[in-house]
C-alpha cells in the first residue's frame, strides 16, 4: 500500500534551526490499547505552511495493513525531540486511511501543541 501525505499547518511556521517532522502509520483498531506504529518517516525541515507543505509518500507491505484501521499521525519537533512539548505541532485530528485499497492520498493538518 502506497500512503501520500502532504503535512501542514494553517500559519506559516518558520524555525532558526531545523525541526524534526515525524509521520506515523499506526493501526488504530484496537480499543483501549495503545496504537501499534506499523511505519515511520522522519525528516529535518525549516518551515510549513498551507502554501508550503512537507510532501512525502509512505509505502507499506499489504500483509502488514490487511484487515486493520489504519491512521497517520503527526508530529513537529521543534527542537528535535520524541516528546511532545510546548511550541510543538501535532495531529489533533484522526485521519484515516482508506482501506482495500493500494494507494490513499491524504492532507494532515499539525496545530500546535
Known sequence: MLI?????TRKKAIWAKPALCRIEIRDVGLEDAPADILA??????????????????????????????????????????ERIQSGDLITTSS??????????????ELKPV
Open 95 to 108: 485521519f484515516p486511511i482508506a482501506r482495500n485499497v493500494s494507494e490513499d492520498d491524504l492532507s494532515v
Open 40 to 81: 515511520v518517516h522522519d525528516i529535518m525541515i525549516n518551515e510549513l505552511s498551507e502554501t508550503e507543505p512537507y510532501i512525502t509518500s509512505i509505502e507499506i507491505p499489504d500483509e502488514l495493513v490487511k484487515n486493520k484501521s489504519l491512521a497517520v499521525w503527526g508530529h513537529l519537533s521543534v527542537n528535535a525531540s
Open 4 to 8: 501520500n501525505i502532504k503535512v501542514f
